[in-house]
Nanobody, 133 residues
Framework: QVQLVESGGGLVQAGGSLRLSCAAS????????MGWFRQAPGKEREFVAAISRIGGSTYSADSVKGRFTISRDNAKNTLYLQMNSLKPEDTAVYYC??????????????????????????WGQGTQVTVSS
């Protein structure tokens, strides 16, 4: 499995920006489609965004469209999430994850919530993002 370590979280005022990073090691990073998820206290894990292995296809949750951008640098084995126009409801622990199955990423994004996002087999430890009003 690939090992993942998130960084870049913190406390920011509403309307501000943060960029999260996810450093990968252990396996060939470009072999994995990747995703960002978040979990707020008392709530289920929520899909945020996903990106294909080479970065040609990206997907975002409706709640973050137009504000968050997922990207990757395969030469640096790093996944990013640029978060702009942050809102208090974006407060959560953010996790990056690597998709370990052969199912198409588009299918996984559309149906993954029903399986608890089981297609993503490797997860980081998470980074806290807190947005104050």
């Amino acid at each position: 499995q690939v090992q993942l370590v998130e960084s870049g979280g913190g406390l920011v005022q509403a309307g501000g920006s943060l960029r999260l990073s996810c450093a990968a090691s252990g396996r060939t990073f470009s072999n994995y489609a990747m995703g960002w998820f978040r979990q707020a206290p008392g709530k289920e894990r929520e899909f945020v965004a996903a990106i294909s292995r080479i970065g040609g296809s990206t997907y975002s949750a409706d709640s973050v469209k137009g504000r968050f951008t997922i990207s990757r640098d395969n030469a640096k084995n790093t996944l990013y999430l640029q978060m702009n126009s942050l809102k208090p409801e974006d407060t959560a622990v953010y996790y990056c994850a690597a998709k370990g199955t052969v199912r198409p990423l588009s299918t996984v994004v559309a149906t993954g919530s029903s399986t608890g996002w089981a297609d993503f087999g490797s997860w980081g430890q998470g980074t806290q993002v807190t947005v104050s009003s």
